[in-house]
């Protein structure tokens, strides 16, 4: 018996809706959702089962997306993306890697919906102009205009240089090992001057809820005893889990020029569901 294209298709189906909404918890939804509709159609008169799934769930995604942005304007403290424990070996597709980077996704976030699908089954899925305009109702023309104008968007706020998987890891090793003894001289020297941590605690009375900038300021409020550190690999990139006084923190980082220029830590107990199996992620 053939299997169902939507379970063949699934993990793809996954990572779409994911990098359109940041979530793992809102990307089940939307494939829930997408798969009672799916359930409906009379499968002989779909020609193509995966271009029509992907469309499928990029509407059904989008739905949720504009919901989802009235309701993180009430978010308190800064909203980040929920990260994903994966496997290494999705670090082997690069492309993909950085796009499902937590440090992408967070870019993400300042698009507007539309643009940001259009983006991401672009650049992140190659999918054509046409097959983009059926999935978010626009004409192609209007289609590459959106892409432009994400792409622009996306570049001016993307990191400055794209490091190596081994730079990335060494330099990720040592800002753990920093964290782990907790002395300050060790995270400076790890960290660069104009560092910025954003932490998401979702109302923790212990999580920072605005930036903190430059490395002296960081690493004060880095330098904390009796943390265990742990290496795991989120969203297909070498990071960190920090556990302080039962509080646990997922931990992403963006290495230029052999430091950590940017950390994104996720406290949120409620966006740390996905820390216990790996995920997949695929294109």
């Given at each position: 018996m053939t299997e169902d294209p939507f379970l063949t298709h699934r993990s793809l189906l996954f990572t779409v809706a994911y990098?359109?909404?940041?979530?793992?918890?809102?990307?089940?939804?939307?494939?829930?959702?997408?798969?009672?509709?799916?359930?409906?159609v009379d499968r002989a008169q779909v020609s193509a089962p995966r271009a029509y799934l992907v469309r499928l769930v990029t509407r059904q995604a989008l739905?949720?997306?504009?919901?989802?942005?009235?309701?993180?304007?009430?978010?308190?403290?800064?909203?980040?993306?929920?990260?994903?424990?994966?496997?290494?070996d999705v670090a082997d597709d690069l492309d993909l890697v950085e796009n499902?980077?937590?440090a992408m996704l967070t870019v993400l976030e300042t698009l507007a919906p539309t643009e940001r699908a259009v983006?991401?089954?672009?650049?992140?899925?190659?999918?054509?102009?046409?097959?983009?305009?059926e999935a978010v109702e626009k004409s192609p023309a209007t289609v590459r205009q959106?892409?432009?104008?994400?792409?622009?968007?996306?570049?001016a706020r993307q990191p400055r240089v794209r490091v190596s998987r081994s730079e990335q890891q060494i330099v990720?090793?040592?800002f753990l090992a920093a964290v782990r003894t907790g002395q300050v001289k060790e995270l400076m020297e790890v960290l660069?001057?104009?560092?910025?941590?954003?932490?998401?605690?979702g109302g923790l009375p212990s999580a920072a809820r605005a930036p903190i900038h430059g490395a002296a300021l960081v690493a004060e409020s880095l330098a904390l005893p009796?943390?265990?550190?742990?290496?795991?690999?989120?969203?297909?990139?070498?990071?960190?889990?920090?556990?302080?006084?039962?509080?646990?923190?997922?931990?992403?980082?963006?290495?230029?020029?052999?430091?950590?220029?940017?950390?994104?830590?996720?406290?949120?107990?409620?966006?740390?569901?996905?820390?216990?199996?790996?995920?997949?992620?695929?294109?």
């Open positions: 990098e359109l909404l940041g979530s793992a918890a809102d990307a089940e939804d939307v494939l829930q959702e997408s798969w009672l509709r799916w359930a409906r739905n949720r997306l504009r919901t989802l942005s009235r309701i993180r304007e009430d978010y308190v403290g800064e909203w980040l993306p929920e990260p994903l424990l994966t496997s290494p499902v980077s937590i983006f991401v089954l672009r650049e992140v899925f190659d999918m054509p102009y046409g097959q983009i305009a959106i892409a432009r104008r994400a792409r622009d968007r996306v570049a990720v090793e040592r660069a001057p104009d560092v910025v941590l954003i932490v998401d605690g009796d943390r265990t550190v742990s290496a795991v690999w989120l969203n297909g990139a070498p990071a960190g889990r920090v556990e302080t006084d039962g509080q646990v923190a997922a931990v992403s980082l963006v290495v230029e020029n052999g430091r950590v220029s940017r950390i994104h830590a996720v406290a949120n107990p409620h966006k740390l569901t996905r820390l216990r199996e790996p995920t997949s992620l695929t294109r």
